[in-house]
């Protein structure tokens, strides 16, 4: 046991301990903040040298946060440039298009054409000063003078732009326009006009001034598929552009900013206006002087006459340049001439079938849009429109697979059905309200039936009686059967797409009722018939009448077309009947009134009708058989005058005889437009083929070398 005393003492040592530990924490913290407060003060007295105050402090914080923003910027512009420094890194430019294409109508002339003209071969010496000269005083004045970006021309040109002048003054200078071309696309944003500021640095640092000048007259869209001034030249005014004049030059600087709008084969009034705006430019660049430009101004430049080509079937022309594409791969060519399947006369009469008819009824029905396929039993497209205006827009509503077909595609359950089920047309079934699950789908008029044949609920489109079919078939064997006649979208199966609720295509839709038309027989439509390289090497010939291949067997297609053939003759396409034409179609309504179809087939041709808004707007109770069948009908009626009419499959019918009609008279009294007496396909091929072994004895230097029995076989074979 310790002594009291000895533990007395040991707590007085441990409490002199702690008085000793706060004594010199307090000492330390009152140093150390007097220290801190005696350095606060003298950073406060060195800043107090720079404060500003008063009216100055203004500028001073102005300064400070344009400074703070100013770094956030750069950040940000560092990140979105990350992408265009990976662009510089791989050296690849963008390609304007890979092939450069000729397109022929089925008869062998030409119809357009799609893809480069380009020609890059012409030194930059042997441009003419001129349109150099043009070029710098129209696109970029101080070219020469800018490291990339001309800060004083972007200023004059929002100056000039918010004072109204109408001569677009541009704000990218040549090398920004460049970066562009080479590694960018032309969507507006942002991130784009950074990229393009980070490359224009990057050109001018790793080009020359006139690689960079060069590389942009070489890469610059003129319009009309050109790419170039070279190509540009030739294309507007057939000549080398070592040979244009002043005018004509002026004419090609005033297409940089707006090709299409001035180009001079589109509007040949402002592209000439804009050329009198090109040569002031160079007045007032110092170029010339008013005098010099003074004979060009008087006498403008004369482009080479291209109406022909603004009346090209555009729609179609854009589809097949694609399917060439597709069709030649990665061939190491990259010029070709293709003979389509087009027939000019159809593809006119089909224009206006849609055109004329949008133009008189469309706003009292609130439809801005319409597009129509038509072709061949064996899926030859003779016609294609893909809108009303393909000026206002290139969107290809005939190929694109994005409305709901309603309606139109009942037929597809009802082939099911004649395959699947022991039934015939005239077999009963009832029109009674049906269910799957809680979905109950109505009848258009919100009545019903009750015991009716198949024939008559196809032809009054009858909604209860497909759905009740789906059921016994299933709905999985009604997508396959749809997928294989030519529907080609994906579409989910549910329990609505007996009723249509699907995405399709105006060509599939033509394709799959081309089935039917036939025989049975496949015929996915087509628009190419053979592809040759510039020296007449065939790369491709398309033959679909070979090795034919049975969809649906006779049976079955003896049924679709009986209750088709209904729908006009009784049903809901009466506006679709042809005088003396055996037809079959079906109409198509979707809900909310958004899509309108008419697809139907004769003897001779196959066509559908869509009708509808870009917007999916609803319309003005437009069903399929009001404007879809008047204008299939109005088509119609032009292809099938003048030619011999033939039998529908599986209709009893007979067809009216082959009379070349005179005069015809219109409902409104005035002369119908005829068709004009025409070649058949196989005459058409035979004078093709004969005129191509024509060209080849030209260009092996016997132009008389010609077998004429040959030359016989071929004219007396068919005739008109």
Known sequence: MQDPFYRKQKRSKGRARLLEADAWLDSFLYDGLRSFGRSYTKIQDFFAVFSVRGFKRIFVELASDAMSFAAIGAV?????????????????????EDYSVTFLDRYGNEIGRRGIRS??????????DYLIKATLATEDRRFYDHLGIDVLGTIR?????????????????ITQQLAKNLFLSNERTIERKIKELFLAFWLEANYSKDEILKL?????????????????????????????TLAEAAMLAGLYKAPTRFAPHVDIAAARGRANVVLSNMVNAGYLTEGQVTAARRRPAEPVDRSNEIAAPNYFLDWAFLETKRIVGDSDEVGFVVRTTLDPELQRAAEDAIISVIREEGPAFRVTQGAMVAMEHNGAVRAMVGGVDYGQSQFNRATAPNRQPGSAF????????????????RSSISDAPVCIGNWCPQNYGRSY?????????????????????SVQTGRDPIAELAHRLGIRNDFPVTRSLALGVASVSALDMASAYAVFANGGYQATGFGITRITTLRGEVIYEARPDQNRVRLLSEDVVLSMNDIMHAVNYGGTGGRAQLEGVPSGG???????????WYIGFTGNYVASVWYGNDNYSTMNNLTGGRLPAQSWKKFMDFAHSNIEVKPLFGVDMAPRPFVIAEGAQAEDGEEADERPPTLSAAAALKLLDLSEKMRQAQAEGAPGGIDQASVQGAS???SL
């Open 586 to 596: 079906k109409t198509g309504t979707t809900s909310s009134y958004r899509d309108a």
């Open 76 to 96: 940000l512009m560092t990140a979105f440039a990350l992408s265009a420094m990976d662009a510089t890194a791989t050296g690849h430019y963008n390609r304007a």
């Open 216 to 244: 942009y007259l070489d890469r610059a869209y003129m319009g009309g598929g050109a790419f170039g001034v070279v190509a540009a030249a030739e294309y507007y005014f057939g000549k080398p552009v070592q040979d244009i």
């Open 410 to 425: 009942k037929p597809f359950v009802y082939a099911t059905a004649f395959e699947m089920l022991d039934i015939t047309p």
């Open 449 to 469: 039936r009750g015991s009716t044949t198949i024939k008559a609920a196809f032809a009054a489109s009858i909604n209860t009686v497909p759905v009740r079919l």
């Open 157 to 173: 040109a929002l100056v000039s732009n918010a004072e109204g002048d109408s001569s677009l003054q541009g704000g990218s200078s």
């Open 119 to 128: 020609d890059d071969s012409v030194a930059l010496s042997a441009i003419p």
């Open 716 to 718: 007396t074979s068919e």
